[in-house]
């Protein structure tokens, strides 16, 4: 069988699609010495919506009918329409379709016009938690039958690092305070990250704790409108902007916090959860979307609108020994129900099985 997948998410500075493909392809090219694989891209970095639609649409079919291939897998959302072969796309939320508000007029036709569409070409669809699955039934019209939930996992480069001289220097090296809160992810609205900023005013106005938020994730279009919050409330001083980093750092960076929190109001999956929990760090997540279904009982669920709630959360953390360790021990041993090995294999049993037919 000659498999071809998209890995166009791959370049530039991943998202949480690059690291999934980057992975799946890693894992599935480990266990799988049977089937030939053509791994497809324009060869640039990452692309914008406009450049993305040419890519699926246009070049990426051109590719795989000059490949002969059997089956191609997008992995990142919308599929060719066009195509001679047999077709798996991974649907891993519909952020895009729930939350149009944010979306510029070539993004919103991607997400409300061609993306419904393309899915629709797929023969098998995959999604990352059974909330993404109950989304695409609710919103795209797809039978339940016709989607299989397969879940993410963590990158082996996030583990619990006992080394306290490494956790020393990547503090060193981002300018960042012995004892800080993390959170990760594009600064955009859906993270929530307005609200993260009231609860930990709240938090400091009640509190002498010395804790410092860190943020780090890509500067999107509504960091502007974050930044301004926090200078309004007059926290300024106590949050600390980081951009994009790299595993490695940010592996570091997890181990070293007191705390990783994700106030998002929704996620597909909720990927930094489980790089918390595998690193060791107490979690305090959001109780919407897919985020219950990754953490179940190994952090502590919070209302994301409430900032009371937010804030009584990160203070019960933060000031109970027992409750961290407690959180800190189930948070490793959930981390290890997820693997990569085990995503590889459940995608390429789709695909022996598609190709049966």
Same mark, same amino acid.
């Not at 609710?138 to 306290?164: G, H, M, S, W």
């Not at 951009?243 to 929190?261: G, K």
């Given at each position: 069988?000659?498999?071809?997948?998209?890995?166009?998410?791959?370049?530039?500075?991943?998202?949480?699609?690059?690291?999934?493909?980057?992975?799946?392809?890693?894992?599935?090219?480990?266990?799988?010495?049977?089937?030939?694989?053509?791994?497809?891209?324009?060869?640039? !970095?990452?692309?914008?919506?406009?450049?993305?639609?040419?890519?699926?649409?246009?070049?990426?079919?051109?590719?795989?009918?000059?490949?002969?291939?059997?089956?191609?897998?997008?992995?990142?959302?919308?599929?060719?329409?066009?195509?001679?072969?047999?077709?798996?796309?991974?649907?891993?939320?519909?952020?895009?379709?729930?939350?149009?508000?944010?979306?510029?007029?070539?993004?919103?036709?991607?997400?409300?016009?061609?993306?419904?569409?393309?899915?629709?070409?797929?023969?098998?669809?995959?999604?990352?938690?059974?909330?993404?699955?109950?989304?695409?039934?609710?919103?795209?019209?797809?039978?339940? $039958?016709?989607?299989?939930?397969?879940?993410?996992?963590?990158?082996?480069?996030?583990?619990?690092?006992?080394?306290?001289?490494?956790?020393?220097?990547?503090?060193?090296?981002?300018?960042?305070?012995?004892?800080?809160?993390?959170?990760?992810?594009?600064?955009?609205?859906?993270?929530?990250?307005?609200?993260?900023?009231?609860?930990?005013?709240?938090?400091?106005?009640?509190?002498?704790?010395?804790?410092?938020?860190?943020?780090?994730?890509?500067?999107?279009?509504?960091?502007? !409108?974050?930044?301004?919050?926090?200078?309004?409330? !007059?926290?300024?001083?106590?949050?600390?902007?980081?951009?994009?980093?790299? $595993?490695? $750092?940010?592996?570091?960076?997890?181990?070293?916090?007191?705390?990783?929190?994700?106030?998002?109001?929704?996620?597909?999956?909720?990927?930094?959860?489980?790089?918390?929990?595998?690193?060791?760090?107490?979690?305090?997540?959001?109780?919407?979307?897919?985020?219950?279904?990754?953490?179940?009982?190994?952090?502590?669920?919070?209302?994301?609108?409430?900032?009371?709630?937010?804030?009584?959360?990160?203070?019960?953390?933060?000031?109970?020994?027992?409750?961290?360790?407690?959180?800190?021990?189930?948070?490793?041993?959930?981390?290890?129900?997820?693997?990569?090995?085990?995503?590889?294999?459940?995608?390429?049993?789709?695909?022996?099985?598609?190709?049966?037919?």
């Amino acid at each position: 069988m000659r498999i071809a997948i998209d890995v166009q998410s791959t370049l530039g500075n991943k998202t949480g699609i690059g690291y999934y493909t980057a992975n799946l392809v890693k894992h599935l090219l480990k266990i799988d010495k049977e089937n030939e694989y053509s791994l497809l891209s324009n060869g640039g !970095g990452e692309l914008r919506t406009h450049e993305r639609i040419l890519w699926e649409q246009l070049h990426l079919p051109i590719k795989t009918s000059l490949s002969r291939i059997d089956l191609l897998h997008s992995p990142g959302f919308s599929p060719p329409i066009m195509h001679p072969h047999k077709l798996v796309c991974t649907v891993h939320d519909l952020i895009g379709i729930i939350f149009p508000e944010n979306l510029g007029a070539v993004s919103r036709f991607y997400w409300s016009k061609l993306l419904p569409f393309a899915v629709s070409k797929a023969d098998v669809i995959i999604a990352d938690s059974e909330n993404t699955k109950n989304d695409i039934v609710k919103y795209l019209n797809v039978k339940p $039958d016709d989607i299989r939930v397969i879940y993410l996992a963590v990158d082996d480069a996030f583990e619990v690092v006992q080394n306290t001289s490494l956790l020393k220097d990547v503090r060193l090296k981002y300018n960042i305070p012995s004892e800080f809160i993390l959170s990760v992810g594009t600064v955009e609205p859906r993270k929530n990250f307005n609200r993260l900023a009231v609860a930990f005013k709240k938090l400091k106005d009640k509190t002498s704790l010395p804790h410092t938020m860190v943020i780090a994730g890509k500067k999107g279009w509504a960091y502007d !409108g974050v930044r301004e919050q926090v200078n309004k409330l !007059g926290i300024e001083d106590d949050i600390i902007f980081l951009d994009y980093i790299d $595993d490695d $750092d940010l592996t570091l960076m997890y181990n070293a916090a007191s705390l990783f929190i994700m106030p998002s109001l929704y996620e597909g999956f909720g990927l930094p959860v489980l790089e918390a929990m595998a690193c060791g760090t107490p979690v305090v997540a959001s109780n919407v979307s897919s985020i219950p279904e990754v953490l179940e009982d190994a952090g502590i669920l919070v209302d994301p609108y409430d900032t009371d709630s937010i804030c009584d959360a990160m203070l019960s953390v933060l000031t109970d020994d027992k409750l961290q360790n407690e959180l800190r021990v189930k948070g490793i041993k959930r981390a290890t129900f997820f693997s990569w090995e085990k995503t590889a294999r459940s995608v390429l049993s789709e695909y022996e099985t598609l190709m049966a037919c």
